[in-house]
Structures are given as C-alpha cells and as structure tokens.
C-alpha cells in the first residue's frame, strides 16, 4: 500500500496496531476490581441449602489423613454460596465423618440430633446445632433446620 506522493504506509500501519493493542491491555487490566462505596450487606439472606457435598475419603496407603468432607451452601432466595470443610485439623475430622455418613442408616426420622435423619439433615445439625460452623465455615452459622426429604 502506497500513499500519493508514493511513500509507504506500513510504519504507520504498524504504529497504529501497537496502539490498539496497547489501548486493548490496558482495558483488560481496567477490569479487575470494583470498589464499593456502601458494602453489601447478606441481612436479606434468609438461609442455606447444601447445594454440593463432596467426599474425599482418605487413602489408607498413606502416613497421613487425606480425608476431606466439603460442603458448599447455597443461598436462599440470594445469590450467596458458602464453603465448608472437615479436613485433618477439624473436630471431627473428615474421615471421621465419611465413616460415620458412610455407615449410616440414612433413613431414619429426624429427632433433633447428629445420629438420625437425612444425609442433609445430618450435615445441617452439625454445622448449625452442634455449632461447627464457625470451625469449617469460617463463620458461625445460626437457625434451625426445616423441611423434610421428599
């Protein structure tokens, strides 16, 4: 590409390549935070709902407790999701529980306490009655359990 006069046009096309991409990173790099000047409050979060239960249950080969019990809370009617963990440094420990889950008869009634109930109901007793919370969720967590399994 040539100009009238005949001279090229590539070092300018060229400098003005570098300046979009210049202008394009420096967008990107514009994007990462946002600061608030009035923090959001969660006082309209009404509850959880466990949303994800993972286990990692320990490797018996191994010197060392592997065992993990991650429960991610969920929000309800708000987006807000909360992430809890039995691990080797929690009381009980994760493989601890897994054993414990894993051999329960998770049919039985609720009656208010760790050892009867649903899987969920169990995890909630813990986590809000018993007051592990504050130990696995880095916060406490304060309520009751309603509902039924279907």
Known sequence: MTTKQG?????????????????????????ELIILTTPESVATL??????????????PDTPSD?????????????????????HARTTPTGTFLITALNKANLSTVYAGNATTGSL???????LVVMGEAAQVCGRAITGSLSGSPP
């Open 66 to 86: 592997e065992g993990r019990l991650i429960i991610q809370l969920a929000g309800v009617g708000r987006p807000f999701a909360l992430m809890c963990e039995y």
């Open 7 to 31: 001279g090229m046009m590539w070092p300018w096309l060229i400098g003005f390549g570098c300046g979009v991409v210049w202008i394009f990173l420096a967008s990107i790099h514009a994007q």
């Open 120 to 126: 969920k109901q169990r995890v909630h007793h813990r």
């Open 46 to 59: 009404t509850g959880f709902r466990i949303e994800r239960l993972i286990t990692e249950p320990n490797n």
